[in-house]
């Protein structure tokens, strides 16, 4: 079992940044992939960032590419997510999440791949 509690949301103009933290206690995090996921309200849950076991694959949807960077420190059990060039369009509630298969090959990109979700922090970008 993994539980994960995201921070550093918040409210921030266009153009600005943040950067999102996720702290990992129990389970196997440094065997497993993490991803970030964000909600907008009355939209579907979508895949943002993902990064392997290892930190040296990382995987971006189209939306975000250039803009955001995942990395993760194994020894601290933390994965971050530092956004920049921030829109109205990112504002949602993101969340972070595990894969409880260890040790994968490729870098998943979808709900139903990951197992163990944060509570999520919301991030508002105002124009």
């Known amino acids: 079992q993994v539980q994960l509690v995201e921070s550093g949301g918040g409210l921030v103009q266009a153009g600005g940044s943040l950067r999102l933290s996720c702290a990992a206690s129990g389970g196997t995090f440094s065997r497993s992939t993490m991803g970030w996921f964000r909600q907008a309200p009355g939209k579907e849950r979508e895949f943002v960032a993902a990064v392997a076991w290892s930190g040296s694959t990382t995987r971006y949807a189209g939306s975000v590419k250039g803009r955001f960077t995942i990395s993760r420190d194994n020894a601290k059990k933390t994965v971050y997510l530092q956004m920049n060039s921030l829109t109205p369009e990112d504002t949602a509630v993101y969340y972070c999440?595990?894969?409880?298969?260890?040790?994968?090959?490729?870098?998943?990109?979808?709900?139903?791949?990951?197992?163990?979700w944060g509570q999520g922090t919301q991030v508002t970008v105002s124009s």
């Open positions: 999440a595990a894969d409880r298969r260890l040790l994968r090959a490729v870098v998943v990109a979808t709900v139903s791949d990951y197992d163990y």
